[in-house]
């Protein structure tokens, strides 16, 4: 089992900056892929970024490629997502995910586990 737990959410003007952070707990965080989703309110859960075992390879979703950024820290068990000139559809419910996959994964179900989200909004 692993455990996820995101933060760093909030309310950012349109162009501003937000960094998550997703602590993980459990078995080796450095076993698994760490992916972000979000979801707004009425949408699917869209894939946004992720990042490979080592750190190494990371894949993003059209949407925010050049935007976003992410990268982790096995050492200390977290995996981040720095956002940067964020715009209004970009406010969602933010979720780390873990998944077991050697392969990209970009899928929802292709990921094991999950954090609870948080909430990213931005205002114009």
């Known amino acids: 089992q692993v455990q996820l737990v995101e933060s760093g959410g909030g309310l950012v003007q349109a162009g501003g900056s937000l960094r998550l952070s997703c602590a993980a707990s459990g078995r080796t965080f450095s076993s698994y892929s760490m992916g972000w989703f979000r979801q707004a309110p009425g949408k699917e859960r869209e894939f946004v970024a992720a990042?490979?075992?080592?750190?190494?390879?990371?894949w993003y979703g059209d949407s925010v490629k050049g935007r976003f950024t992410t990268s982790r820290d096995n050492a200390k068990n977290t995996v981040y997502l720095q956002m940067n000139n964020l715009k209004l559809e970009d406010t969602a419910v933010y979720y780390c995910?873990?998944?077991?996959?050697?392969?990209?994964?970009?899928?929802?179900?292709?990921?094991?586990?999950w954090g609870q989200g948080t909430q990213v909004t931005v205002s114009s």
């Open positions: 995910a873990a998944s077991q996959r050697l392969t990209r994964a970009a899928r929802r179900n292709e990921y094991d586990y």
């Open positions: 990042i490979a075992r080592n750190g190494a390879d990371r």
